[in-house]
């Protein structure tokens, strides 16, 4: 018998012996548990160790990738069994020491055993695991996970027919059963088992399922059951000698009502939806990250609409809306980046319409596949809901779209548009000029200076601008660099996109402020502030623009150009809540608490759903020195997965103001899986100021150490510096950190509190532009 057990349908953990948990309990376990998970799932094949370097390490050189791998290796045996390997290359799992639960499920299918593989498989592969700045492994995990998912749903379907095929009725509902567990909204599932019940003569089963489906399609989807199950509902119906209850049938596209016709209750109109046979997992591989973004923010939005205690509506304004995702009519998810591009671009235009509140997209987002749009709108406190579907076949496209007042559920105006491809931005145009029109407000020349000077005509550009600017692609550097390729391919196609220069400066400077092998970060930055100024030229209104601008100037220590380019974003979308956010930050670092508390009550009003709308709140409330108040905002944050790192920071400041070491420590502690080498920084620096000196020594070996072979990370040196109160090095260190530009202006409470007394702080201040305090 193998001596350890691998368990990977579900929560991914290594029991020993004794079924006790031996890997999985912590964080700094994931790499060896991911390994031992893509190892599992290769079988006697195994993997190479190239393959393994470009899961693990795509970034890093191949001398230091086989390092980092040859390491882990010797942690997993070290930790298990020295002999838990077989073969060099390929690495195989020695399956009489760890055995799989996902190895018995592919081994159970290979010999036919099919209800063998089903009593194996306890849920998704991996469920919940992430492994930071692996990207390649995350989207390995979302193609294994999905391949995994359809042999279970094949399996559970062949086992059904089998039974139907031997007259088993029984066994047959009791497979069909956990085919609809699976994917409760499929209508092959549902008509399956319904099927089942009524030959296996159960019809009030059948009956009670069949109005159990009704009733999460309407939840679920916001529309009706396909002709295949309505018409096995009429079926058992008439079976069981009910009365029968109407079936809604689809209904064609809603219409503009006459004037002064009685309101149409929007409930009762449904909008084109995801077709129900399709799983909410599946996506093909071209947007596969972009549908994991959404998918992450959708999840974080949707947990903290219940966590942050919404249940009583926001006022709504006069005139607010929210825009809900337009719905993917197609069903091919090589289009859904393309629509959620569509509802994001009307959400910016939208909130360009003076006297017009827009609600921001994360928030908008968490409503997602929801229905009810009277309960949404009170939710979010808008008065207005716009909503609608797109169909894209070749190059043309359908648009369907529709305002409802929030006030009695009548829908004010409705359209369907047909366009070709080409003129997707004018379309944007006339949607928002008739939504404007209807609330009796104008679309002003902000917006249609926006929507002429900022977007392109080439479809093409717009797609790669769409792919780049997938919010994922910030978390990793080798995500921003996939993101910097495909706006300098969209600019290829149309030299002057300006919002494609815009994002091209932002992510120069996120790949400024990582590892970076290829230029030094001042040389970056100024890569960065070049395509900013060029995305102004070619559009001053890009409120994108003047925000990245922002970013690069204050990274410059030019604090009072970064100003003005932030307030220019806010005045051009003052609904934008990023823009608000970005100034909690300058107001925070500037020592100007009560300005930043404005900005964080204005950026959590405008997007109460938003992660990072509520961590800022906790920052302005951490520069007024309110920290307990802050870390009560912070605990609404507290159970994201995988965590907010920017929360936590906050958090363990505060606990640090509060001089409560341990659990300061505890905090940094919790994201440094993610927090990178800024985060293990500031591990020392309350190592230090806690008393266990020589772990912050350690860590500050590794930091000279990193700063010596990237030739930069200074500021990371003086932190730890700070936190063991080595004052003649810290400002020698925080000194270089200005030339190379690492100095880090989150951190400016740190840095004031425990160096302002000292008379180089005044010149330091000087240097880097910062005000008195």
Known sequence: MTRYRLRTFGTLALAGPADDTLLGKHGHQHRRLALLAVLAAAGEQGRSRDQLLLLFWPDGTQSRGRHSLEQLLYAIRSSIDESVFAGVNPVRLNPEVVSSDVGGFQSALARGDLEGAVEVYRGPFLDGFYLSDAPEF????????????????GALERLAQSAEATQDHATAVRWWRKL?????????????????????????????????YEAVVAQELGTSVGPAVANLVAEVRAKTKTERIAVLESLPPPRRPRPHAAPVPA??????????????????APYAIGAVAIVV????????????????????????????????????QRDAAFVDGLSEELIAVLARIPNLRVMAPTSAFAFKDSAGVRRIAGNLGVSNILEGGVQKAGSRLRVQVRLVDAGDGSIRWSEIYDRELKDIFSLQSDIAGAVARELDLRLGESALAHIKRGSTRNVAAYELYI????????RTDSG??????????????????AAAYAGLALMHKRIAFGDDPELSRPDRLALAEQAALKAIALDDSSGEAHEALSFIRRDNYELASAETELKRAVALEPTNARFHEGLVQLYAMTQRPAEALVEARRALELDPLSPTANAEVANALLAND????????????RSLRPPLNRAGLIAAECYEQKQMWPEAIAEIQRITVNGGPRGQAFLGYVLGRGGRTEEARRILAEMLDRSRRTNGGAFDVALVY???????????????????????????????????????????????????R
């Open 626 to 637: 309110r920290c307990d108040e802050a870390l009560a905002q912070l605990e609404k944050l």
């Open 467 to 474: 792919r780049g600017n997938d919010p994922v692609r910030f």
């Open 138 to 153: 995350e989207q390995w995990l979302e193609a294994k996970r999905a391949r995994l998912e359809r042999s279970y749903s």
């Open 297 to 332: 923010i959708i999840a974080i939005a949707a947990w903290l609409r219940t966590t942050l205690g919404h249940s009583t509506p926001l006022p709504a304004a006069e005139r607010s809306i929210a825009v809900l995702p337009f719905a993917n009519v197609s069903g091919d």
């Open 267 to 284: 409930d009762a109109m449904p909008v084109a939806q995801r077709q129900p046979e399709r799983s909410p997992r599946r996506r093909s």
């Open 722 to 772: 700070i936190g063991l109160a080595d004052n003649d090095q810290a400002f020698a260190w925080l000194n270089k950190a200005v030339d190379d530009r690492s100095l880090g202006f989150e951190w400016m409470h740190t840095i004031v509190d425990g160096l302002q007394r000292d008379p180089r702080f005044e010149k330091l201040r000087r240097r880097i532009g910062l005000p008195k």
């Open 480 to 497: 921003a660099r996939a993101a910097l390729e495909y706006f300098r391919q969209a600019l290829a196609l149309d030299s002057n996109y």
């Open 180 to 212: 609809a567990e699976t994917d409760p909204v499929s209508s092959k599932n549902a008509s399956g088992l319904i099927r089942a019940l009524m030959n296996a003569g159960d019809h009030a089963a059948a009956l009670q399922y069949a109005e159990h």
